[in-house]
């Protein structure tokens, strides 16, 4: 199975910064990479696909980058609705994986 | 508007069995592949299972394989799970996630449902 390590683990930011959050893939991946937002009590919702792909009705501050095993998501200037939990995931196999998440906390 | 309505969660004893059901309207059901994915209390998400368009190529992970069966019935629009041998941790919200591919390998969730709680314990 390939194995997603999503860092850091939890994130303290503050309204207006850029953040990065990355995704480690086990093994290549091409550019099959996934990134959802979710937020306390709800679904998840599709950020980014293919790596990066942004999804239609994303605002555009949501960027990704990366092939092969490494993988960014950035937020160019974090807003209040931002906070939240963020999963990559990888298409690549058949056994559709998910990284650990990363928690986005105001600092 | 795409919908998907997750039902069929609860209370189970370990060992036990439940049958989840996901309700889709908004779509053309026939023509997506759909997953189910759980979280479980607190932590993230697990990929659970697949099923093609057709529902003759199916997946599952390796901590549900042989205890989890996962069908559909395209004149119903809807997504089963039948959940046997359960465990204390298969414990989690269950969400269905209709899947969209765009090549060969290249899918991603585009519609969850909202989740359905399934609680094993004695």
Known sequence: DIQMTQ????????????????????????????????????APKLLIYAA???????????????????????????????????????????????????????? | EVQLVESGGGLVQPGGSLRLSCAASGFTFSSYEMNWVRQAPGKGLEWVSYISSSGSTIYYADSVKGRFTISRDNAKNSLYLQMNSLRAEDTAVYYCARGYYYDSSGRYFDYWGQGTLVTVSS
Not at chain 1, 89 to 104: E, I, V
């Open chain 1, 7 to 42: 860092s850091p683990s939890s994130l303290s930011a503050s309204v207006g910064d850029r953040v990065t959050i990355t995704c480690r893939a086990s093994q290549s991946i091409s550019s099959y990479l996934n990134w959802y937002q979710q937020k306390p009590g709800k």
């Open chain 1, 52 to 107: 990066s792909s942004l999804q239609s009705g994303v605002p555009s501050r949501f960027s990704g980058s990366g092939s092969g095993t490494d993988f960014t998501l950035t937020i160019s200037s974090l807003q209040p609705e931002d906070f939240a939990t963020y999963y990559c995931q990888q298409s690549y196999s058949t056994l559709k994986t998910f990284g650990q998440g990363t928690k986005l906390e105001i600092k």
